[in-house]
């Protein structure tokens, strides 16, 4: 079976920093030799578009050296299997994977810790992605007078057929997500349908969120690229909707 190995690289080595490399090897590995290789660029400014990249070229393995918690969970939830921490040049890396000296972690022990270091407009990408290839089309925030609010995703209801308006928060404003939550809240309930805030929130935060009506998607955990359809609900929501409870998973919050 073939591997699509990727390798971040400056100038013939291994880049220090996945988010930042501009240049990355695509390797063909096939019984534990390369069969064939070639050089991808990157010149998007965050490090959602090398993850993009990866996903254009099909890419199984990536070995790279630092690589921020946020971006080793999203690769490890799209299958794509992560070994950092790696140095030296490319050949010395792709010679001591063929030669079965490296192996991914069990885990990224820095994963955790930067949950509050998240680029916002990588979240924001990620999110209108998300939303986007489930339906929804997507809008910018309504004006720079309502904080907190980064895109507006709209899609026709199932049952009634009105348009459903859903107000995003990407989370990684300030370092404080329950002072977010409160103000997104208070920011956007009046105006739409149902609110989200997108982050890779733990139990606490998701809490916080049902103590307001709002939905929490975590990046990490929600990230099928597109719900199978079910014609008489709203994807991705889960909880009610305000005029629209018959096209929700969960008619009451518990």
Request: charge should be negative; proline fraction near 7%; charged fraction near 25%.
């Amino acid at each position: 079976m073939n591997i699509n190995l990727a390798i971040p690289m400056l100038r013939n080595r291994v880049a220090p920093c996945f988010e930042a490399a501009t240049n990355f090897v695509i390797a063909v590995i096939e019984n534990r030799a390369v069969v064939s290789r070639k050089t991808a660029q990157c010149s998007g400014s965050d490090g959602y578009h090398r993850v993009r990249l990866l996903r254009v070229h099909d890419v199984d393995l990536v070995i790279c050296n630092g690589i921020e918690g946020f971006y080793f969970d999203l690769l490890t939830s799209l299958n794509i299997t992560v070994i950092p921490d790696v140095s030296g040049t490319v050949k010395k890396a792709l010679d001591n994977y063929l030669a079965g000296k490296l192996a991914p972690p069990d885990a990224y022990p820095d994963a955790s810790s930067e949950t509050h270091n998240l680029a916002l407009c990588d979240l924001v990408t990620w999110a209108k992605d998300y939303f986007e290839q489930n339906g929804y089309r997507i809008y910018p925030a309504p004006c720079a007078d309502v904080p907190l609010i980064d895109l507006v995703a709209e899609i026709p209801c199932p049952v009634c057929g009105n348009p459903v308006k859903v107000a995003i928060c990407c989370g990684a404003h300030t370092y404080r997500t329950d002072q977010e939550i409160e103000e997104f809240n208070y920011r956007a309930k009046a105006v739409y349908n149902s609110r989200v805030f997108v982050f890779p929130g733990d139990e606490k935060i998701a809490r916080h969120c049902r103590e307001y009506g709002i939905e929490l998607v975590r990046p990490f955990s929600d990230m099928a690229l597109k719900e199978p359809p079910q014609k008489d609900k709203i994807p991705i929501l889960r909880f009610p909707v305000e005029g629209h409870k018959k096209a929700v998973h969960i008619e009451e919050w518990s």
